[in-house]
Nanobody, 123 residues
Framework: VQLQASGGGLVQAGGSLRLSCAAS????????MGWFRQAPGKEREFVAA????????AYADSVKGRFTISRDNARNTVYLQMNSLKPEDTAVYYC?????????????????WGQGTLVTVSS
């Protein structure tokens, strides 16, 4: 499976961005999807996940109430809407395709990864 993330950029604190991740080469609609991020000098961390039909989601505490994950199975795309961005949200954001259909918060449950898109939030 191939994953292509896009939508990153530079935004001021308090602003919004929407990330997209287009999938190909696999039956996208059968699998859970996730977003992770990695800031400079830090480990990769879980951000959000969604199950195969979009009926179940999970979020890191640090982004709850500000970020929303969604998916469009007809377009083989998963989204991450990010609002009220903070400088500490600055990181490379990665989308990932899960091993099965549920929501997963561990990177070990995601065998497929996109290349990442950089989000920079200025103060």
């Amino acid at each position: 499976v191939q994953l292509q993330a896009s939508g990153g950029g530079l935004v001021q604190a308090g602003g919004s961005l929407r990330l997209s991740c287009a999938a190909s080469g696999r039956t996208f609609s059968r699998y859970g999807m996730g977003w992770f991020r990695q800031a400079p000098g830090k480990e990769r961390e879980f951000v959000a996940a969604i199950n195969w039909v979009g009926g179940s989601t999970a979020y890191a505490d640090s982004v709850k109430g500000r970020f929303t994950i969604s998916r469009d199975n007809a377009r083989n795309t998963v989204y991450l809407q990010m609002n009220s961005l903070k400088p500490e949200d600055t990181a490379v954001y990665y989308c990932a395709a899960g091993r099965y259909s549920d929501t997963y918060t561990s990177p070990y449950d995601y065998p497929y990864w996109g290349q990442g898109t950089l989000v920079t939030v200025s103060s």
